[in-house]
Structure formats: structure tokens, C-alpha cells
């Protein structure tokens, strides 16, 4: 189509596009077939397709998104393609799969690792720099799981498909308080302060102050009030 034979008005080729009006019976059929095809491609890569998707189920899901699109709405494209590309990313990602099982080194190449964001109640803060996560969000995902101090955490890690599992100290020491600076009043409703320190960067607890010292986590100076949970 030439450049000035697109006209703003012209409201049967925006909406009908240029192709006959047979095709859009065609449509219906490529659109069956695609659908069989995605269906049998999802169930041949297993039930991790069904659940949360890690990255490499995701590589596959958009190689299949992007298979199906052009057959689906130009007339002069077959499916055989389609069918191709489907099989490709199901048999690669079996490959994966029995590789991952066979080597444990290869799984970490292809799917990560993971990672300890929280460590006995203390900022893991290198694991979180080189996953990228910040210190809200580890905060937010640990308020999320109605935690309100880091003396509550065993653990937090960040699994290789980027959800977090969350561990629970069984006996909650103090901590520092993970409850928004500006929430005063709800924060002195749930904890109280303690006789320990916290460094307000990692976390790290300390018993006595004995000036401008570095913390022996992270290096920073800054200490704040541990706080303890109020038992209800």
C-alpha cells in the first residue's frame, strides 16, 4: 500500500484492514489451529507452563507469542512456521529441563541461583546489590508477611524464578524495625525499644556504643534503637 492511499477516514481499511472478507472465515480456523497448537506445545513442557513462570518458561511463552501472531493475521503466511517454531522451544526446553537435572552447574547458568536476602536477622547487603533489590523492597515483602522487625527473620531468600520464601526466626531476638519511619504510632503500638543497637543500614546488632563506630557488617555509622516485638 502506497503512503497516500492512508486516509484518516478511511474507516473500512482501519477497521477491515485490505484482505476479503473470506479471510476473516479463514481467521476462525488459524485461530483453532493455533490454539491446539499452544495447547499441545503447554502441556508437552509440563506443569511449571501452569504455574509461576521462571525465566526460561518465559523465554518459551514469548517465542510462542511471537509464533502465532503473524500466521494468525496475514493472509499470505501459512502455519506450517507456526508448528515449527513451537517445536523448537518444546524440545529446547526439554533440553533444559533434563540438563538442569543432570548438572547442577548448568541449572545455575540457565536458571540462577539463590540468593539469602536476610541472614539471621541482618541485611544480606552484597546479594541484594547484585540481584538488584532494594532495601524497600525487601522491607515491603517482609511487612507483607506481617513481620515487623528483622529479629523476626531466620531468612529471606530470593529464589531463581524471583519469588521470596520467607523463614521465620522461632525465637525472635531483637531487631531493627522494618515499620515506615513517618508510622511512629503504629510502630510503638507493635514493638518497643530494646537495650540494643541496630545499624540502620544492614541491620546488624550490637550491645554497647561506645562512639562514632563503624558497624562491623556494613562499614556505615549509623545506629538506631533495636526494637522487640509486643506480645499480644
Request: glycine fraction near 6%; hydrophobic fraction near 45%; charge should be negative.
Given at each position: ?111 540462577d541461583n539463590i540468593g ?9 547487603l552484597a546479594i541484594m ?8 523492597r525487601v522491607f515491603g ?92
Amino acid at each position: 500500500m502506497k503512503s497516500e492511499d492512508i486516509q484518516l477516514s478511511d474507516w473500512q481499511r482501519i477497521l477491515l484492514g485490505d484482505v476479503p472478507g473470506s479471510f476473516f472465515i479463514e481467521v476462525i480456523f488459524r485461530t483453532l489451529i493455533v490454539y491446539m497448537i499452544l495447547m499441545v506445545s503447554m502441556r508437552l513442557m509440563g506443569k511449571r507452563m501452569e504455574a509461576a513462570l521462571g525465566r526460561n518458561e518465559m523465554i518459551s511463552m514469548v517465542s510462542l507469542a511471537a509464533a502465532i501472531g503473524i500466521p494468525l493475521q496475514s493472509p499470505d503466511r501459512g502455519l506450517l512456521p507456526a508448528l515449527i517454531i513451537a517445536v523448537v522451544v518444546v524440545l529446547t526446553q526439554h533440553f533444559i529441563a533434563k540438563k538442569s537435572m543432570e548438572s547442577e552447574k548448568f541449572e545455575e547458568i540457565t536458571q540462577d541461583n539463590i540468593g539469602a536476602l536476610v541472614e539471621d536477622g541482618r541485611l544480606n547487603l552484597a546479594i541484594m546489590e547484585a540481584t538488584r533489590i532494594t532495601r524497600e523492597r525487601v522491607f515491603g515483602q517482609l511487612r507483607f508477611k506481617e513481620v515487623n522487625h528483622l529479629g523476626e527473620v531466620k531468612r529471606l531468600y530470593l529464589e531463581a524464578n524471583g519469588k521470596f520464601t520467607f523463614i521465620e526466626n522461632t525465637k525472635p531476638v531483637a531487631g531493627l524495625s522494618i515499620i515506615p519511619t513517618w508510622d511512629c504510632e503504629f510502630k510503638m503500638r507493635i514493638s518497643k525499644d530494646s537495650n540494643e543497637l541496630a545499624c540502620n543500614h544492614c541491620g546488624h546488632i550490637k550491645e554497647k556504643y561506645l562512639g562514632e563506630e563503624e558497624c562491623d557488617s556494613c562499614g556505615f555509622i549509623d545506629w538506631v534503637k533495636a526494637v522487640e516485638s509486643i506480645s499480644e
